[in-house]
């Protein structure tokens, strides 16, 4: 049996396939930062247009999109609507704050990922000298593995349209919220302003992010980019793993989907774990406090990499196979067993 690690800490950790290498390799490029590398132009014009976008620029990481967005949207001193379980406000080391002088205005996300409507609209400040300038709404899709309703997103359009603030999406896994609402990635971008797609998740691409927009929008943040670190000179050797993901890595994501199912459904089974039934590729398992160090270390002994805690995010990817999800379960139906026998 292939005993290689089986990584479900996330998505972020696969590899880029000797094909994807081949055609890294065989990139024409120039200096970006020249906007002379063709193969960026390429890919920074094949996904804005497929996300509906006038124009796109190529990021080096999602962390780097977000925070451009951001600082494209808001000046110093105002202010973005963002869930707090949203990774451009609770895993972007506080960017928006220290490096945009942006205000963070967090708000509680509901259980199915949505910050209700009504929060929202609470949270928008009036035009008073004491308050930050509200100019923003930031959601996320797919966040933690689940799929924001396409209604929800167009109410939270509609509230922002009425005070006149813009909508950034951290699309970091759209193409997931896409595969599981069998819709395109366009229509699920439509209502927000801006929206930074990442290349470096699901879609197997070693780097690389794409924010898009309108043409004056992408014109402004080139500007932040170049001021954040992010002007890139032969990019194109990045941009061309991007590429072959789009062409290669898309269509087969409803592959990690089903894998997460049969690796929830594989868990719950088991009758000693608490599993929220995943829509995408990730999903959160509560684990018994006192198994969390024991289970910790059998996975470790069984070459599974997972981030165990009392709550655990597992993730299914790219370098994730059928075989690989049943030697987990394998793995973890021995721990519970090995456990069962010990207390009787
Ligand atoms: C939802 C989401 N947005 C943004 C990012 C940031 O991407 P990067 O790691 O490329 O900075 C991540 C990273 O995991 C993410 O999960």
């Keep these: 049996m292939d005993d290689a690690p089986v990584d479900l800490r996330s998505d972020t950790v696969t590899l880029p396939s000797p094909q994807m290498r081949a055609a890294m390799a065989a990139a024409e490029v120039g200096d970006d930062a020249y906007r002379g590398d063709p193969t960026v132009r390429k890919l920074e014009q094949r996904l804005s247009a497929l996300a509906g976008f006038e124009a796109g620029l190529f990021m080096p990481s999602g962390t780097q999109s977000n925070l451009t967005a951001l600082m494209t949207h808001c000046a110093r001193g105002e202010e973005y609507l963002v869930g707090q379980d949203a990774h451009a406000y609770s895993h972007e080391a506080g960017g928006a704050a220290v490096l945009g002088s942006i205000q963070p205005q967090p708000i509680e996300n509901a259980p199915d990922g949505t910050i209700p409507v009504a929060k929202l609209r609470a949270a928008i400040k009036p035009d008073d000298e004491h ?46 919220a896409a595969a599981f609402a069998a819709r395109p990635i366009a229509e699920l971008c439509a209502p927000f302003d801006s929206v930074s797609i990442c290349l470096s998740k699901g879609l197997g691409a070693p780097v690389g992010s794409v924010l898009c927009g309108s043409v004056a929008f992408i014109e402004r943040a080139r500007r932040w980019r170049t001021m954040l670190g992010g002007g890139l000179r032969q990019a194109g050797v990045l941009a061309a793993a991007g590429l072959y993901a789009l062409d290669h890595n898309v269509a087969r994501l409803p592959l990690d989907h089903d894998n997460a199912k049969r690796l929830a459904q594989g868990l719950a089974a088991l ?8 829509q995408t590729n990730i999903f959160f398992v ?33 370098d994730i196979d059928e075989a690989k999800v049943d030697r987990v379960l394998m793995a973890f139906e021995a721990f519970y067993h090995k456990a069962y026998a010990k207390a009787q």
Excluded: W
Excluded at 140 to 167: C, F, W
Excluded at 271 to 278: D, F, W
Excluded at 311 to 318: A, K
């Design 131 to 176: 308050f930050a300038m509200t100019r923003l709404i930031a959601l996320e899709n797919t966040i933690g593995g689940k799929v924001l309703p396409q209604g929800y997103v167009d109410d939270v359009a509609k509230l922002a349209r009425e005070h006149g603030l813009s909508m950034h999406l951290d699309g970091a896994r759209v193409f997931n």
């Design 271 to 278: 009758g000693a774990l608490k599993v929220t039934m995943p």
């Design 286 to 318: 509560e684990i018994p406090p006192a198994d969390v160090e024991p289970l910790k270390r059998h996975l470790r002994a069984c070459n599974i990499v997972a981030t165990v805690s009392a709550v655990t995010r597992l993730v299914t990817h790219l």
